[in-house]
């Protein structure tokens, strides 16, 4: 008899696939709507607030994911720069406030997919850099949202909209990849 090999290696893992897949199907699932979504938010003035609070979630779970315990000082300062990077993109980044989403969708659909490839290789699990099949995989999911944007009246498939979508999943890698070396010098450091 054999025994079959669990699918997840732990419950974080198994939570972060779920997040991650929670995540790619609201966007997919508003591709239709997002027209209509970003009219009535701007009618109300409340796009760039919108924008504001993808950015706030995207800060939190890149410096989430490193985060073992409570936060310290020196944590908070990299939540605060991390914070500041990403708001200077937003401030920088040229196009529509809605163009200015890519940083963040595929950004936080990103950071799910490495932590939980890390999560996976930390539990014995062989994966070969976690970094480099997150990026892929979110490249591939963005690229897709493309594609399907392509089919859908009054969207287009936009070369410049991978690129964001591809720019917005490296930056979230690195920043997930920043805090977790930053809170790991920072356990050996309380340690000896």
């Given at each position: 008899m054999t025994t079959s090999t669990p699918s997840f290696t732990s419950r974080r893992e198994r939570r972060l696939w779920l997040?991650?897949?929670?995540?790619v199907v609201a966007i997919y699932s508003t591709l239709g709507l997002a027209g209509s979504l970003a009219e009535m938010l701007r009618e109300?003035?409340?796009?760039?607030?919108?924008?504001?609070?993808?950015?706030?979630?995207?800060?939190?779970?890149?410096?989430?994911?490193?985060?073992?315990g409570r936060p310290g000082r020196r944590e908070i300062w990299v939540a605060?720069?991390?914070t500041a990077?990403?708001?200077?993109?937003?401030?920088?980044?040229?196009g529509t406030m809605e163009e200015r989403t890519h940083l963040f969708e595929y950004g936080i659909v990103a950071v799910l997919i490495y932590?939980?490839?890390s999560e996976r290789a930390r539990n014995g699990r062989?994966?070969?850099?976690?970094?480099?099949?997150?990026l892929v995989a979110a490249v591939a999911l963005g690229w897709l949202d493309e594609g399907i944007q392509a089919?859908?009246?009054?969207?287009v498939y936009d070369n410049f909209d991978v690129v964001r979508n591809s720019v917005a999943a490296a930056a979230g890698i690195a920043g997930s990849a920043?805090?977790?070396r930053v809170n790991a010098a920072l356990d050996r450091r309380r340690a000896g």
């Amino acid at each position: 008899m054999t025994t079959s090999t669990p699918s997840f290696t732990s419950r974080r893992e198994r939570r972060l696939w779920l997040c991650a897949l929670a995540v790619v199907v609201a966007i997919y699932s508003t591709l239709g709507l997002a027209g209509s979504l970003a009219e009535m938010l701007r009618e109300h003035n409340l796009l760039p607030a919108a924008v504001l609070v993808l950015m706030l979630a995207t800060v939190a779970a890149i410096v989430g994911s490193g985060l073992k315990g409570r936060p310290g000082r020196r944590e908070i300062w990299v939540a605060l720069g991390v914070t500041a990077v990403y708001a200077m993109a937003v401030v920088r980044m040229g196009g529509t406030m809605e163009e200015r989403t890519h940083l963040f969708e595929y950004g936080i659909v990103a950071v799910l997919i490495y932590q939980a490839l890390s999560e996976r290789a930390r539990n014995g699990r062989r994966v070969p850099a976690p970094a480099v099949l997150a990026l892929v995989a979110a490249v591939a999911l963005g690229w897709l949202d493309e594609g399907i944007q392509a089919l859908i009246p009054n969207r287009v498939y936009d070369n410049f909209d991978v690129v964001r979508n591809s720019v917005a999943a490296a930056a979230g890698i690195a920043g997930s990849a920043v805090v977790g070396r930053v809170n790991a010098a920072l356990d050996r450091r309380r340690a000896g």
